[in-house]
């Protein structure tokens, strides 16, 4: 890199000299012509001389020779030659020359007009200056020449030549002492790495970034995008138009956005986009820019929750077995005892709350998969003491837009509930009525739009961190075997979110929480009811 900078200098001081160089020799010659008519012109205007030419003889002693060599000396010119009309010579440098005519054409100056050139005469070559000469009338008498030596021109520009290279050799030992500089201050960047090494690099990091399974966002010390690797598109949903955006402007304002600019700090830290849970990691680099990773962490959520799920279906078959074990022993002591008919009420009882349970859910919410939902949690929260009721005005048919959206929504704030309601039972307060409550109903003038309220009788949410609850990563509750918390309500507003809908919590009637969930497009629009004439 050194050399070629020094070569692209020497060039350049190279063609600068030869540009310089081609006009210089034509303006020493302009200049010399212009001499050399200031001359002339100096002598025509000196009206002793125009008379000296004709009363006198051209001869080598006449007066009008004797004033053009006082000239000449005087101005240091070559020669001063002093004719007449017809061309014929008053003065000349060589005396032999007096009397002769010119050995170039004079017509021009004879004519009355001005003549500069650069011309071969007896003396060589030379830089001329041709004038009319006028007498005291203003009538052309004459003509004045005069002429600069051309070798003197030429010694003139030679002259000029080593100062012109010593300008510029200082300007390449100046551009020579750049290009060292620059030059090491590219190797402390480059930390010494050749150009072939960088660019080995370079396909390996594109190779590398556009190759490994995470999320890899590169941003300038301005907080705009730089780098956007396949799977980081993918994860956040966003194309290589965004490059050279403001991050803000690509995603929108969010938590993502504040954990990739670092408004948010810490490791790990956990974000959600669209239906993703995203781990998020950022790292500052030296330029004042920023990398972030971030890993796909759905998938690890939702096998964490079914994990919980089992472990919580685990412990209600459990605490089954042994309420099972119990009943069974009841059931044999009243036979052993011959107590037929308390055997059979009791065998009954058992039976029917279960079903009864199951009826009335079923009876009211009609989407199978939402139903079994509820159904199953009713059995876990009565392991753990909990009641888990539908509300009497609960009615939802059978025509969801997203019944897996309404599931996990569901699923998320009945175990929240759960959770609530049993950490007050079993804390200082003593509750021994533990109880949630789901309502589900179809409001809304076209009768599409879906409000579900879940309320517990748990210690409720603060006012002032109503808000916070929505936020990914806070919570409250110790985290579990597999991982984190804090996405079960974030992933609960963007459900909601992406159906156009909101949710928001507040106070219960009996002190818990109350979240409320409004899906504006919760269902699709009646099934026609077929007639004979459709049929």
Known sequence: MLLMQVA????VA????????????????DQAMRRALAIAQTTAAQPR????LSSSRPTADGPVQSAAERIRQASGAEYVVIMNKKGVRWSHTDRDEVGRVVSTDPSDALAGRDVMEIDNGTLGRS??????????GGTIVGAVSVGIEYDSVRARLIHTIPSLFAYAGGALAVGAL???LISRRVHRQTRDLAFSDISALLAEREAMLHGIREGVVALDRDGRIRLLNDEAQRLLGLGTEVLGQPLEAALGEGRTADVLSGRVAGTDLLTVRGRRVLVANRMPTDDGGAVATLRDRTELEQLGRELDSTRGLIDALRAQDHEHANRMHTLLGLLELEMYEEAAEFVGEVAGAHRVTAEQITEKIHDPLLSALLVGKATVAAERGVTLAVSEDTALPDRLVDPGGLVTIVGNLVDNALDAATGLRDGAVGNEHARVEVALRIEGLEGRTVVLRVRDTGPGVPADRRESVFTEGWTTKEPPAHGKRGIGLALVRRLAERQGGSVAVGAAPDGG?????????GLAEPRPVATEETR
């Open 8 to 11: 692209i200098a020497a060039g």
């Open 14 to 29: 190279v063609l600068a000299t030869g540009l310089f160089l081609a006009p210089l020799s034509d303006q020493l010659d």
């Open 49 to 52: 001389i125009a008379q000296d």
């Open 127 to 136: 830089a001329r200056g041709k004038v009319p000469l006028r007498d005291a």
């Open 178 to 180: 750049a290009a060292y």
């Open 513 to 521: 929480a109350e979240f409320t969930v409004v899906l504006p497009e």
